[in-house]
């Protein structure tokens, strides 16, 4: 290769940039139907500066019952970038389109790479570098995460297992805490505004970004589906209203755990 030639590939090779994009579990199907990415921030910058051949590693966060657990899923090319006039209130217009996904075969934990990624300083606080959307890092990053390690364009079974719709996640969650409380606390009953606050911070660990409102509503909808013995209270201020299958309306106060 003459001296011009090899300047002229070093050139191009240097004009991409390699980014990480922490994506929602729930929404890694959208992204395989339609490759696109997109930002829930309206003031984003990072995904303002991606272009063109550029080239994103997609991370996502695990776990329901147990402890969350980040991993690489896959990676794509950025094919074209273009502004949406409509989208949802609080989200950026800009919008990224990726040539396709290549998943990996199985997911790669962070905590399992993070000893040859340069831009995790701190080992063994491997999450803390991924909290944002969108992290810009070396290409030397990028391939030490995807090099030798297999992929396919198609939708991998681990995945698929994987995902839950808003609901299971939501109904999961109630189940969790609830085992959870009657292992840790020493009473018998906790005030379901407790209960609901917990709740809504456990969801939202998930990646599950949900307002205290709207996490309330669901349990109050689905209250009878859990069969937990609920608790009346003559303190108007602790009562939270429940449904029943039929949709009939009753205020309790608190959620027997024993």
């Known amino acids: 290769m003459s001296m011009m030639t090899q300047q002229r590939v070093t050139e191009t090779e240097g004009d991409f940039a390699y980014y990480i994009h922490r994506i929602k579990e729930e929404d890694i ?9 997109g930002s829930e921030s309206k003031g984003a910058r990072t995904i303002k500066l991606i272009k063109d051949g550029d080239k994103i590693l997609l991370c996502a966060s695990f776990g329901i019952k147990q402890r969350a657990t980040l991993s690489f899923v896959g990676y794509g090319t950025v094919k074209d970038v273009f502004d949406e006039e409509k989208q949802r209130s609080g989200t950026s217009p800009r919008k990224i389109r990726i040539r396709e996904v290549r998943y990996f075969k199985e997911p790669i934990l962070v905590k399992n790479v993070a000893n040859d990624l340069e831009f995790i300083k701190r080992k063994d606080k491997a999450a803390d570098y991924l909290k944002s959307e969108y992290k810009k890092i070396s290409a030397e990053d990028f391939k030490a995460v995807v090099k030798g390690r ?3 364009s198609s939708y991998p079974d681990h995945l698929e297992k994987r995902i839950y719709t808003t609901e299971e996640v939501l109904m999961d969650s109630v189940y969790g805490l ?3 409380l009657k292992i840790t606390m020493k009473g018998d009953m906790i005030e379901i505004k407790s209960f609901i606050k ?3 911070k ?3 660990a998930y990646g599950l ?3 205290y409102e709207e996490v309330e509503k669901f349990y109050s909808e689905n209250a ?3 069969k937990f013995e609920h608790v009346k209270s003559k303190d108007v201020d602790k009562l939270v209203t429940l449904y029943d299958n039929h949709g009939n309306s009753i ?3 608190y959620i027997k755990l024993r």
Request: charged share 25%; no cysteine.
């Open 29 to 37: 199907g959208s992204i395989h139907k339609r490759k696109i990415l």
């Open 150 to 152: 297999k992929a396919t």
């Open 178 to 180: 609830f085992d959870l």
């Open 198 to 200: 917990y709740l809504h």
């Open 202 to 204: 456990l969801v939202n």
């Open 209 to 211: 970004s949900k307002s």
């Open 224 to 226: 009878w589906r859990f």
């Open 251 to 253: 205020s309790f106060a």
